[in-house]
């Protein structure tokens, strides 16, 4: 098991909600990437947050935002909600060591459902 | 732009025979390739990676990948199949981004089944 902790691990909401996802990352790990992950795909890269600003975003609209904090654990926070944000939601963690990173490593996501 | 491919939707093996599976790559300038499984309702683990070196990269459980850059390809294998092995598995390739941004580029993922 990684050192990768995500919160809540499952979840429903209702279309038009907005929802916050949690993300605690392995020690040492200074970097936390999002992903999306839709039944029967592989993971799509959402952001990723270093030093707390987001440092690479993905083809995800504005509504999907998040926050590093000053321990390097993360929010996701996605508003206004449509059926199709219904995935697997992945937290990766890694280091920025200098000029390149380790490799990320993945929490066991959490399951948003939306009805 | 950056892609994985992975040709097969699942592979079917017999438990003690060697697997493959199989991943194509096309990136521009050198490539960083991961193997990521994933188990039902879990999250990914990391497996192996290549960055620069041998071809043959080594990894967790007994696994194992060789890169062929004339072939653009990383596949995954491993000498003789668990049934415990049976799990979705994904090739990643690292997108340069620039500074510390990590973004994977990942395949659609391979299902391994490994029959007793």
């Known amino acids: 098991e990684t050192g990768v902790t995500q919160s809540p691990t499952h979840l429903i909401k209702t279309r038009g909600q907005q929802v916050t996802l949690r993300c605690s990352s392995q020690s040492g790990h200074n970097t936390v990437s999002w992903y999306q992950q839709a039944l029967g795909q592989g993971p799509q890269f959402i952001f990723q947050?270093?030093?707390?600003?987001?440092?690479g975003r993905g083809n995800f609209p504005p509504r999907f935002s998040g926050l590093q904090f000053p321990n390097y654990s993360s929010e996701l926070n996605v508003n206004a909600l449509e059926l199709d944000d219904s995935a697997l939601y992945l937290c990766?963690?890694?280091?920025?060591?200098?000029?390149?990173?380790?490799?990320?490593?993945f929490g066991q996501g959490t399951r948003l459902t939306v009805v | 732009a950056q892609s994985v491919a992975q040709p097969e939707d699942q592979v079917n093996v017999a438990e003690g025979n060697p697997l493959t599976v199989k991943c194509t790559y096309s990136?521009?300038?050198?490539?960083?390739l991961f193997w990521y499984v994933q188990y039902p309702n879990r999250g990914l683990q990391f497996l192996l990676k290549?960055?620069?070196?041998?071809?043959l990269v080594k990894g967790s459980y007994g696994f194992e990948a060789e890169f062929n850059k004339s072939q653009t390809s990383f596949h995954l294998k491993k000498p003789s199949a668990l049934v415990s092995d049976s799990a979705l598995y994904f090739c990643?390739?690292?997108?340069?981004?620039?500074?510390?941004?990590?973004?994977?580029?990942f395949g659609t993922g391979t299902l391994l089944a490994v029959q007793p």
């Open positions: 990136v521009s300038g050198n490539p960083y």
């Open positions: 990766a963690s890694s280091s920025f060591e200098g000029r390149a990173n380790t490799e990320a490593f």
């Open positions: 947050y270093y030093r707390e600003e987001e440092n």
């Open positions: 290549y960055i620069t070196g041998d071809n």
């Open positions: 990643a390739v690292r997108v340069p981004y620039g500074g510390a941004t990590n973004k994977l580029i």
